[in-house]
C-alpha cells in the first residue's frame, strides 16, 4: 500500500466539555479515508480534516444498503501512553463482515497503521476521566452510482473518532430489559454475524417500542422458534446460573463480540465454569423462579458490562440479584477496563500501543 497522505486542518476545532460527553455526538479534527476501484483495488490512503462527504445520489449504499462497520476504542494510559485494545480482532471481524456483504476484503495490519496515525495527530481529543475513551468507528460504504442490484465496483472505507464519556456516569448501573418476541433481528443465513448497518435498521422498531414501555434494551431471542435466546442490541449476553456462566454458542446469526471473547477467556483463566451453548429463555425463566438465576450482563464494546437487573418476557418480570451488579460482572469489569488502561498488567497481550 501507498504511504498515508496526510492534510492537517490549520485550525483546530473546539473540544466539548469532557465532563458531559454524550455517546457519538463529537467528532475529531481528522478522519482517515481509502478508496477502492477494480483497477486499483484499495488505494490513495489518506486523513484529511474532517468534513461531510459528498456522494452521488445513486451510489449502492443508498439503495441497498451494501455496508459494513467496526466499533473499537482509544483509551488514555499512565504516563500518556495511548492504548487499542484488541484491534486484530476487530479486523478479523471487518473482512469476515466484508466477506458476507460481497465488499473486497481490507488489509487488517494496514488499517491499524492508518488508525494508530489517525489517533496520533487527533490525541488532544481522548478524554482522561475514569471510564472516557475515544471511541473508533471505522466503515465501509458502496460508492458506484448504479441502481442494478449487484455488488458495487467502487467502495469508500472511512475511520472517524469521537470522544465519549463512560457509559455510567455512577457506577454500573443495572438495565431494564424486554424480551422481544414478535420482531426479529437477524435469522442463520442473513446478516447477523456480520457488523452490517442492515442488521440495526432491522432493530430499529422493537427497540423504540421497548424503550416507550420502560426499558432501555431489547433481547433478541431466535428468529424460527422466539425460544432461543441470541443477544441484546448492541452486546453479547451472559447469565450466571446456580454458579455456572452460560453465553448462547455462535449460532450463525449472533455476532461474535471481542469482548465476549475476552470474557470467556478471562473466566476460564479464573477457573470459572463457563458454557457456550443453546440457552432458551424458559431456562432463564426457571432459574428466576427458583432462585438460580444469580447474574445477567451484556458485554459490547461501548459499556464493556452491562449489568441487567430486569427481564420482561410474556409478562413474567424476572428481577436479577435485587436489582444489583453482581460480584462477577464487577470483576469482569474492572479487569478488562483496567487492562484496557493500563492498570491491570496485561498478561493475555490484549493491548495495543499507538
Ligand atoms: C458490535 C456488536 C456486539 C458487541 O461486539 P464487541 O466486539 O464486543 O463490541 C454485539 N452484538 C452486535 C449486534 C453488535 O453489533
New binding site residues.
Partial sequence: MEEIKVQQRDIRKEKPDQSNLPFGQYFTDHMFLLDYNLEQGWHAPRIVPYAPLVLDPAAMVFHYGQAVFE?MKAFLAKDEHILLFRPNKNMERFNQSNRRLEIPEIDGDFIIQAIQKLVNIDKEWIPSGKGTSLYIRPFIIATEPCLGVRASHTYQLLVILSPVGAYYSEGLEPVKINVETSYTRAVRGGLGTA?AAG?YAASIKAQTEAKDAGYSQVLWLDAIEKKYIE?VG???IFFKINGKVITPQLNGSI?A????DSIMELLSNWGVPVEERQISIEEVYEASKNHTLEEVFG???AAVISPVGELFWNNHQMIVNQGHIGQLSQRLYDTITGIQTGLIPDTLHWTVQV
Fill in positions: 466499533g457488523k442488521n443477544e448492541s452486546m453479547n455476532l463480540g471481542v469482548t465476549r458485554t459490547g464494546t
